[in-house]
């Protein structure tokens, strides 16, 4: 919440919305007795109606932040508090393939409110031990100069809940992207995140790429042995929980 809205914003916010409730608390019982009491109780109700309504219009922007809130929140994607992988890398490296034949159940794919494109979010249940991954869309598949403020933002957001980060490069090319540019973007990832990065050649099927680890999505050869390396992190993670700043 922080991150997205600043807590001294949604404070204010909530703070508006106490001050109108207690207000109601304060003067609803009494406004009540005045009607029932009153000569002409029309007029009484709707001086308090006129009240009431001045109460809420001084709220109304308070009102509306929160709805806006809300509506986002409600968007954001269920991430378990557990041991979690964030794929990284370009465009068309086998991000979405890695999660699709590494998850047990179907990967849930979520709006982020940052990005015009869904997180996908992917669990992993049994074998190898329960991890949670999460590809990033638009976030860490080109290089920093290339993000805005807001993607800075949910970047940090996302290293916050990471343990580690899959960088998968595609050595074939196939993605378009030339691989050293793919390796430049590997190695901003490391200098950045503070957290183990873990790099996996891609596609071994149609390139081995040597001093790297080999996988590819397509034939599985290789996949076992990236969970592996992943699950090492495991206790190491949970001896450290220090928050990240991209
Ligand atoms: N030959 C081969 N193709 C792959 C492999 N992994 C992914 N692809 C293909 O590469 C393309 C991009 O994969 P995708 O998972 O969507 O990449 P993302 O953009 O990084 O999520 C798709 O056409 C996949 O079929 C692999 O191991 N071998
Ligand atoms: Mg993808």
Same mark, same amino acid.
């Given at each position: %919440?922080?991150?997205?809205?600043?807590?001294?914003?949604?404070?204010?916010?909530?703070?508006?919305?106490?001050?109108?409730?207690?207000?109601?608390?304060?003067?609803?019982?009494?406004?009540?007795?005045?009607?029932?009491?009153?000569?002409?109780?029309?007029?009484? !109700?709707?001086?308090?109606?006129?009240?009431?309504?001045?109460?809420?219009?001084?709220?109304?922007?308070?009102?509306?932040?929160?709805?806006?809130?809300?509506? #986002?929140?409600?968007?954001?994607?269920?991430?378990?508090?557990?041991?979690?992988?964030?794929?990284?890398?370009?465009?068309?490296?086998?991000?979405?393939?890695?999660?699709?034949?590494?998850?047990?159940?179907?990967?849930?794919?979520?709006?982020?409110?940052?990005?015009?494109?869904? #997180?996908?979010?992917?669990?992993?249940?049994?074998?190898?031990? !329960?991890?949670?991954?999460?590809?990033?869309?638009?976030?860490?598949? !080109?290089?920093?100069?290339?993000?805005?403020?807001?993607?800075?933002?949910?970047?940090?957001?996302?290293?916050?809940?990471?343990?580690?980060?899959?960088?998968?490069?595609?050595?074939?090319?196939?993605?378009?992207?030339?691989?050293?540019?793919?390796?430049?973007?590997?190695?901003?990832?490391?200098? %950045?995140?503070?957290?183990?990065?873990?790099?996996?050649?891609?596609?071994?099927?149609?390139?081995?790429?040597?001093?790297?680890?080999?996988?590819?999505?397509?034939?599985?050869?290789?996949?076992?042995?990236?969970?592996?390396?992943?699950?090492?992190?495991?206790?190491?993670?949970?001896?450290?929980?220090?928050?990240?700043?991209?």
């Amino acid at each position: %919440m922080d991150i997205l809205w600043g807590m001294d914003r949604v404070r204010k916010a909530l703070g508006a919305v106490g001050w109108a409730a207690r207000w109601a608390r304060n003067h609803g019982p009494g406004l009540a007795y005045q009607t029932r009491k009153a000569e002409i109780p029309s007029v009484i !109700r709707k001086r308090t109606v006129a009240r009431l309504s001045s109460v809420v219009h001084q709220i109304d922007d308070e009102l509306r932040f929160l709805n806006d809130m809300r509506n #986002v929140l409600r968007k954001l994607p269920h991430i378990d508090d557990e041991f979690t992988v964030v794929v990284a890398g370009y465009p068309n490296v086998g991000k979405s393939s890695f999660i699709r034949i590494t998850s047990s159940a179907s990967p849930e794919i979520a709006a982020y409110p940052f990005t015009t494109k869904g #997180v996908i979010v992917g669990h992993r249940y049994a074998g190898t031990g !329960r991890m949670q991954f999460i590809d990033t869309p638009g976030l860490l598949d !080109r290089p920093t100069s290339e993000r805005n403020k807001i993607e800075r933002q949910a970047l940090t957001a996302i290293m916050n809940l990471a343990d580690v980060v899959l960088c998968i490069i595609d050595p074939s090319e196939h993605c378009g992207y030339p691989i050293e540019e793919q390796v430049r973007l590997l190695h901003e990832i490391e200098a %950045m995140v503070g957290i183990p990065v873990v790099p996996v050649a891609n596609k071994s099927d149609l390139l081995y790429f040597d001093g790297y680890l080999n996988m590819s999505t397509e034939t599985g050869e290789g996949i076992s042995e990236v969970l592996e390396t992943l699950i090492g992190f495991r206790k190491q993670s949970e001896q450290q929980d220090e928050p990240v700043s991209c």
